[in-house]
């Protein structure tokens, strides 16, 4: 059983274009993350969701939104799609247990290119 | 802004000898620190944590804290070829959310 899973693996689209990354945890975890990594490897947090909050990344364009229609499920929409969008999006998610031992546990990535 | 540095290497060890990967952070306020190793193309999976000051050992791996000097490290012992990957430091800071470091990639020559 794929703890975290995400899809598709990999998408290529158009400048322009709107697009959709699902992802799914049977985990039974609180939160749900989405992450940026781009070509450098540098992994960034976009967006952070429980069913209390949403803790957006301030240096996330509004082209970017997360959709959770129940505690499993983290969707990643994005609008507009730019070239500078390109990258692997990784889902994760983790038990909300406070600062301790918050293991984020990560999908398989989704190699977006934006052409 | 909290940031957590790593160098980016690459560490290049040979097979048998010890790897030492090393972390500083900005927030003084970091709660629990983790390493994760990220094999290219595919996603991190965590290592260990540690959230103590000082050693915690775990098998060929030991992470060191240092909250002090905001200095958290990873020792490989007996370092593999099959160690040969990025490894990220990542800081749980106030929001329960992981600021990763950019990683330091590790390649252990046989």
Not at chain 1, 39 to 48: A, P, T, V
Not at chain 2, 101 to 107: A, E, H, N, V
Request: net charge neutral; aromatic share 10%.
């Amino acid at each position: 059983d794929t703890a975290v899973s995400q899809t598709p693996k990999y998408l290529v689209t158009q400048m322009g274009n709107d697009k959709s990354i699902k992802c799914e945890q049977n985990l039974g975890h609180d939160t749900m993350y989405w992450y940026k990594q781009d070509s450098k490897k540098f992994l960034k947090i976009m967006f952070s969701y429980n069913n209390k909050e949403l803790i957006i990344n301030e240096t996330v364009p509004n082209r970017f939104s997360p959709k959770s229609p129940d505690k499993a499920h983290l969707n990643l929409h994005i609008n507009s799609l730019e070239l500078g969008d390109s990258a692997v999006y990784f889902c994760a998610s983790s038990q909300d247990g406070g600062n301790m031992n918050t293991e984020a546990f990560f999908g398989q990535g989704t190699r977006l290119t934006v052409v | 802004q909290k940031e957590v540095e790593q160098n980016s290497g690459p560490l290049s060890v040979p097979e048998g000898a010890i790897a030492s990967l090393n972390c500083t952070y900005s927030d003084r306020g970091s709660q629990s620190f983790f390493w994760y190793r990220q094999y290219s193309g595919k996603s991190p999976e965590l290592i260990m944590f540690i959230y103590s000051n000082g050693d915690k050992e775990d098998g060929r791996f030991t992470a060191q804290l240092n909250k002090a000097s905001q200095y958290v490290s990873l020792l490989i012992r007996d370092s593999q070829p099959s160690d040969s990957a990025t490894y990220l430091c990542a800081v749980n800071n106030a929001g329960n959310m992981l600021t990763f470091g950019g990683g330091t990639r590790l390649m252990v020559k046989p």
